[in-house]
């Protein structure tokens, strides 16, 4: 029977934590406080930062009448059984840090889609069907006629457009099919976290499997080991590995990366950018950072269990495992040609000493005090912080700055002279943004402009009247790339 078959498998689903999470009594509890923890904003929390997070939100449940009998910790702990959160120690962290994991993830993500669904037939989604589709049919083409007919045919499409275009008709999208679209590659590239979050956990069962088999093969090296002696990468050389590598190959290229840039740029100034939401907004103009985020923290986890692999091969530490995995074998097979000879309730007189530590109490620890150490010095004031160019970045990227009219006053001061330092601009246009619009510059500069090696004082006048200074890198813009600013 079909339904038999649809029924085992829906069966063996529901014991996976995606399903248990959704179908779980406290779901909405659970989900809620993940979703708003390591989801929206933040993807990954120090322990000591997420139980007082989760501990404050318990409070506050607990005032509007919610029965929540655990701790924070304790239901942390729990989750972390279920599968809903990975735990990791990363290297140089003072401490355990906590993240969604792949099911928990995909639980959220459908119970969002749930909440705000979006139109499920729309224009760009069956031009996007229909673009694909004919793309994968020319380039899966292997007549050269029909390629050249394919190519010829599409040289007469972009003439015809490039003579409509010179006769001044030009067509654009409407805004409403503009925002349409954008909305879907929000939706695509916004998929793209958690396809991270399983390429990593498809490394973890491929590093966990190829050890197992090193374990496992006791009629030599094997292929597994002949392979590392040959200094080859199998996890590098696996199917996840190699369409991981090309994935990050096409995303670190710089071609790739500055036309992506050059393309939200432009994006983001269009008149239809200003109707979308502020999230959406600010999802846009952080693309490129949490794509090579994402991808550089799966790209170190495979560089990680690449090397950890190797070593574990080339320290011999795999042939002492291997006599504890055969010793291991030798006593249980043992064991099952005696069950039949041997109660399991018969006395063996026969003591087996087992390893043990000294537990103390912690009453008998004594603290450390500081002071019996070294007098404490007064308190000094720091130093001013300068403003470096990544935390422009991180600026530009959280706020909302009009680069139109950045752009428009930098052409306009490159028209009277050869080269302006934002300094000058400034003086020439008064920051209408305040540190927005000084950030803006920085902005524009480190991608338009250049570095004069120096560092020089901006003034401004902030929201609150008051003038503000701040000492910048001297950054300069350049009569000759004015095309760059348009």
Sequence with gaps: MKAEKYIAACRQLRQQPVWRLLASDN??????????????????????VFHERISRDLEELRARAEDLPQTAQAYVAEWLRQGYLERRFLPGAAEEEYELSAAAATAIGFVAGLAEPRMAATESRLAVVIQQLTKLAEETDTDPESRAA??????QRLDLDIQK????????????????????????????AGDFRRVRDDF?????????????????????LERLFAGVDVIAESEAGR??????????????????DDSLDRIMSRRFAGQLPVKERRFLLGLTRTLLAQGGLVHEVLQQFATSL??????REYMEQRRINHLLKEAQRAALALKDEIRATE??????????????????????DPSLEAPPEPMRDADIPGIGLESVADLVAQSEIDFRTLRA?????????????????LDRHPAAQGLGSVVGYLALGSRHGVLGGGNEIVEWTGGDDQQRRAKIPAIYFLRERVHELV
């Design 165 to 192: 275009i010179r006769s001044g008709h030009l067509e654009t999208l409407t805004d409403a099919q503009a925002i349409e679209r954008i909305r879907e590659i929000i939706a695509l590239a916004d998929s793209l």
């Design 347 to 368: 006395t063996l007189g026969y003591t087996l000493p087992l390893t043990s530590s000294r537990l103390t109490s912690v009453s008998q620890w004594s603290l450390y």
């Design 150 to 155: 394919s190519l010829l045919a599409e040289r």
């Design 27 to 48: 779901g909405p509890f659970v989900i809620g406080l993940l979703q708003a923890h390591l989801f929206d904003s933040e993807h990954r929390l120090p322990a000591s």
């Design 243 to 260: 369409t991981f590598s090309a994935f990050w190959r096409l995303l670190t290229d710089p071609e790739q990366s500055a036309t992506l």
């Design 204 to 224: 973890e069962r491929l590093n966990r499997g190829l050890r197992e088999r090193l374990m496992d093969d006791e009629t030599g090296r094997g292929e597994v």
């Design 310 to 315: 190797k070593s574990f091969v080339q320290s």
């Design 409 to 425: 006053n930098i052409r306009a001061v490159l028209e009277e002279r050869s080269l302006a330092s934002v300094a000058e601009v």
